[in-house]
């Protein structure tokens, strides 16, 4: 297709932002993604200013009949926040947040990022439960759930949505929340960006208290034994503390995350730093942001990375010895299995209370292949795919969407259930019937 007709279409009277292609000095820049294995060169990239730039842009690609990528901060792990000769949707520069320190609530626009949200709320010590690189858009994030540090003690970051205010395929405003639109809020927590662009989040916000943090890094020898200390501690832990580990090649490295009451935290946190043999590290009280943006360098734009997830019930010792034997052939030195604890807050919501599928798990689990050759691609994806496939035999059902690699109705559906998807897919035939934001792990409307 001639981009310049698309491109004057964009640019019409009154659009409030920015229209961007090939010929332009921005492009290049702009058009990268976080996942440097995906290059693509869409045909127009469209920074929008406000809801009614949203409401054009989509009116635009509707009737051109070229995809839509939505990209708030170019995380999706699969490519699908970019796309080769469609439009892309930036919605970067909307990112102010509002917070109301007394009524604890958190105003968001779509193009915010989590360190952004985290900042936002650092002044008043309150949080919104979220994830763990701070670089991630806010708005992906949310609408596949939302995991992290503080999932024990406040839930998911859905769990803290008040309402969401969002441009459909059509063009049409919508706010939903748990009295309007109540069947739409159910779907947009844990249904991914299905249903259309969120212009506006609202999130009830939580006080943090004093944040201490233990980091300690054990011979990967020790993980056997180390693994099954850690699920003793972890299993009777209060719901302030969260545990993580990663095992490499060469380490099993643990992380454990205490907020609220500071004088409890050193008895909960030392125990983990004897789990078995000698370990180096320690713990002590920490910044939240600090912590929060610790892993950014390591996660670094452009970098190539493959990951798929799933659940654990628990930490048993088949899982044990199955996380300890996949990292024998792991292809990179940087490639890592991470594991973080759920549980608590997360399972006092019912299942069926929203989208999101997996809240009796105590554990969820991520693959994740990282390297910086192209050469290295083959035997990074295949030892991703391999060794996940293996960890999904031992894994509950459901899964969590925003961790998944790779795309296709199959996944969908396994992250959902067959009766959840089915309850989606009415609703993507109400408010998406052609599909036009298909890109993400996607819904098909009803037949």
Known sequence: MDISPLTARLRRVKFHGDVMHAEDSGYEAARKVWNGVFDKRPAAIVRVRSVEDIAHTI???????????????GHSLP????CNDGIVLDMSLMNH??????????????GSLLGDLDRAGAPHGLVVPAGVVSHTGAAGLTLGGGMGWLSRRYGLTIDSLISVDLVTANGTKFTANSEVQPDL????????????????FKYRMHSLGRVSVGNWQYSITAARDGLRRLHELADVAPRELTTGFNITGTEFKVTAFWSGDEKLASNVLAPFGTLSGEATGGYGSSDFIAHQSRHDDFLSWGRRYYSKG???GDLTDEIISALVMAVESIPTPES????????????DVPDSATAYSGRAAKYYWLVSPVWDDT?????CLAWGRTIAAQFATLSMSGNYVNEQGDTGKEVAISAYGAEKYGRLQKLKSRFDPKNLFRLNQNIEPAA
């Open 375 to 379: 050469a290295d691609d083959s035997r």
């Open 336 to 347: 890592d299995i991470y594991v973080i604890q759920l549980g608590g807050a997360v399972a």
């Open 185 to 200: 809020f159910w779907g947009l927590r844990g249904g991914g960006g299905n249903f259309g662009v969120v212009t506006k």
């Open 310 to 312: 799933g659940f654990f």
């Open 97 to 110: 947040i509002k917070v109301d320190p007394i009524a604890r609530t958190a105003e968001v626009e779509g």
């Open 79 to 82: 490519g699908l926040s970019t």
């Open 59 to 73: 009116e635009v690609a509707a009737q051109s009949d070229v995809l839509l990528a939505v990209r708030c901060g």
